[in-house]
């Protein structure tokens, strides 16, 4: 399946019947981008992510689920090591493609299994400055045969 594309937050318009994706660090830290808006709005989801940082650490392509409701699911996707602090060249890339395509292989088995599609933002190209058009390859190439549907904020 191709990939659809949509305009608005990601948030506001998935609610149900979807696995809702989205990039990490391995740091224990969801405090800016989306991932800070799925702390504030999914909880449950943060909860989760520490409780596997806390207990096990974080390994670059790790996901780990959240059940939120009957067909929400939350993957949070660890795809960088780091994440930006003061001091940090602007040059310095945090997504690692890797990791990244490591991360769309778990949530595509994932997402045949529970027969759900997966919801995304530009996952690795915002404040992990990954380069867009390597990263959604990668996810298109791992979510072949998916329904998929990208969200741009606008």
Known sequence: MTQVT??????DNVLDNAIICHG????????????LLIKQKYHKA???YLNAYNTNGLGLGTVIFSHIRDFLFIA???TQDKYWSPGD??????ADYD??????????????EQKLPV??????????????NIINKIICEELDGIEHHLWILQ
Do not use: E, Q
Request: charged share 15%.
């Open 119 to 132: 919801h995304y933002p530009m996952v690795g190209a915002g404040l992990a400055k990954g380069n867009w």
């Open 24 to 35: 990490c660090n391995k740091k224990g830290s969801m405090g800016k981008g989306i991932a």
């Open 46 to 48: 943060y909860k989760d």
């Open 99 to 112: 990791a990244i395509r490591k991360c769309f292989k778990t949530i595509a088995a994932f997402s045949k």
């Open 89 to 94: 060249s602007n040059s310095v890339v945090y």
């Open 76 to 78: 949070n996707a660890v």
């Open 6 to 11: 949509h305009y608005g937050n990601i948030l």
